[in-house]
C-alpha cells in the first residue's frame, strides 16, 4: 500500500504560480512512477504530469507544457508540481497519483491522494 497526501492548494491570481507537495509513505515508493491528475467542476479528470520515481524521466499534458514542472525529492518521499502563468482555466481539484509503471501511472494509477483544491482567480 502507498499512502499520497497533497498540500499546497490555494487561492491565487491569474499569472501567479503555486507549488504543489506530495508526500508518499508505505512500502518501496522509490520502486513507484508518481503523477499528478486534475478534476475541474463537471469535467473528467485528467492526466498533467508524471514522473518516474529513480530516473527523472517526465511527462507532461499538452496544456500544461511550459508552464508547469514536476520534480521529486527522494529523500522526503516527496513529490511536487510548480504552477507557474496559472490561468482561469487551471481551477480544479488536484490529485496526486503513484504506480509502479510509468506510462500506467498517466492512466490508471493504482493509488491516488484526496486531492487538493487550486482556484485561479481572474
Known amino acids: ?19 504543489l507537495s506530495c508526500t508518499a509513505s508505505g512500502r518501496t515508493v522509490s520502486d513507484y512512477a508518481m503523477a499528478w491528475f486534475r478534476q475541474a467542476p463537471g469535467k473528467e479528470r485528467e492526466f498533467v504530469a508524471a514522473i518516474r520515481w529513480s530516473g527523472g524521466n517526465t511527462h507532461y499534458a499538452d ?15 516527496a513529490v511536487y508540481l510548480q504552477m507557474n502563468s496559472l490561468k482561469s482555466e487551471d481551477t480544479a481539484v488536484y490529485y496526486c497519483a503513484a504506480d509502479p509503471d510509468l506510462w500506467v501511472v498517466t492512466t490508471t494509477p493504482d493509488y491516488w491522494g484526496q486531492g487538493t483544491q487550486v482556484t485561479v482567480s481572474s
Do not use: H, M, P, W
Open 1 to 19: 500500500q502507498v499512502q499520497l497526501v497533497e498540500t499546497g492548494g490555494g487561492l491565487v491570481q491569474a499569472g501567479g504560480s503555486l507549488r
Open 63 to 77: 496544456s500544461v507544457k511550459g508552464r508547469f514542472t514536476i520534480s521529486r525529492d527522494n529523500a522526503k518521499n
